[in-house]
């Protein structure tokens, strides 16, 4: 639902959908066991949602590219 919703928003919403995504990734407590597959399973909904829409904000780009080439490592 959530990448349904992210093709469906406007460009303001899209942004703050896939930020709010990003902040709650790195908000996730790390060195708690399994905290990092969440923290990941949040950056993977940012991009995917990303992919979804026409257009974003420059720093909201950077901060995607930063976040996907870190989870292909």
Known sequence: MLL???GH???KDLDRLVNGLLDAGDAV???R?????FRRGFYKLAVMCA???AWL???T????QAVGWALTD
């Open 4 to 6: 349904l919703s992210a």
């Open 9 to 11: 928003c406007s460009r």
């Open 29 to 31: 407590v790390v060195n």
């Open 33 to 37: 066991r399994g905290g990092h597959k």
């Open 51 to 53: 992919l979804h829409g």
């Open 57 to 59: 904000e420059e720093s």
């Open 61 to 64: 780009q950077n901060r995607i």
